[in-house]
């Protein structure tokens, strides 16, 4: 059976392209006609765009290749985060920090920073190998999502700080954590870019041409197709068209790892949301981490 169906496409306004004025010349080969002063995309050339994807992305994941997703516009923050926990892959929802991918020893460099300041919060000789710091970190916020000292536990380095000190430290773990908290466990250059909105995201997109790394684009009518190498047209700017294409590509990604020798593939660990702050009342230790439910391999026609 066909990866995704012309009526859940309709369903989640895929077909909705911009307004007529507002269109790029190069996406006419993917454009049906035009309706009331608005494109309407044709949903063949976007069934044959997610199928080129979707086979693309399982093959490099079946290869042991890592997919980054992209997407910081406010529709597709949310949709990024959840579908790329959700098949254990790197993400940018916040901003895309320019040398992402050309400039990968000052973002390590940074990662780097981010570990040193996430040991402050730990109590002293604690092993961090037995602890999920995301899960830990969100521990120590308050209800409005800052890092409370109170929270920390007594042999912590951070309460060896003034609080001025802590304010500083607590303000670049902040910053470092919201930017690049999606990427901290990328080793190496991803082997392709799934990608919201190219023409938003154009400085992800040239790195990526510039590194050779390959780019499966959500592109609306108003996109340049030639600067990705694998578009989809669809509508970039609905929540819900957003949502079916992420999901079919996580599902091409544990479609892919499911195909890796046992001994390759490594265990997908939950990511809890980074916005959301622990509870009042909440233990400052590190919560369990819950399994997640096997992987169901999607059917490519």
Not at 24 to 31: A, D, E, G, L, T
Not at 257 to 267: D, F, K
Request: aromatic fraction near 4%; include cysteine; charge should be positive.
């Amino acid at each position: 059976m066909p990866i995704v169906q012309v009526k859940d496409l309709i369903e989640a306004g895929v077909h909705f392209g911009h307004r007529a004025s507002r269109w790029n010349p190069k996406m006419r080969p993917y454009i049906y006609g035009k309706r009331n002063l608005i494109h309407i995309i044709d949903l063949r050339e976007t069934v044959r765009g997610l199928l080129r994807g979707y086979r693309y992305i399982a093959q490099i994941v079946s290869q042991g290749h890592l997919v980054l997703f992209v997407g910081t516009k406010r529709q597709a923050k949310e949709s990024i985060e959840r579908e790329a926990a959700r098949c254990g892959m790197p993400y940018v929802s916040e901003r895309w920090l320019g040398g992402t991918l050309t400039n990968i020893r000052t973002i390590r460099a940074r990662l780097n920073r981010l570990k040193e300041l996430e040991l402050m919060w730990l109590p002293a000789g604690e092993n961090t190998a037995r602890i999920d710091m995301l899960a830990y970190m969100n521990s120590m916020r308050n209800e409005s999502g800052k890092f409370e000292l109170s929270k920390a536990p007594e042999t912590a380095e951070i309460r060896r700080y003034s609080k001025k000190m802590v304010s500083q430290l607590s303000r670049e773990l902040t910053k470092i954590r919201r930017n690049l908290l999606g990427i901290r466990e990328m080793n190496r250059l991803p082997d392709a870019l799934v990608v919201i909105d190219p023409k938003k995201e154009h400085i992800a997109v040239k790195e990526a041409q510039r590194m050779g790394v390959t780019t499966v684009a959500l592109i609306d009518t108003d996109s340049d197709p030639d600067t990705v190498d694998l578009p989809v047209p669809g509508n970039d700017d609905s929540i819900r068209s957003i949502e079916l294409m992420l999901s079919k590509m996580a599902d091409a990604v544990l479609e892919g790892r499911a195909a890796l020798p046992p001994e390759q593939q490594t265990p997908i660990r939950p990511r809890p949301t980074p916005a959301a702050p622990a509870p009042a009342g909440a233990p400052n230790g590190p919560s369990a981490a819950t399994p997640n439910p096997a992987p169901t391999p999607a059917a490519v026609q």
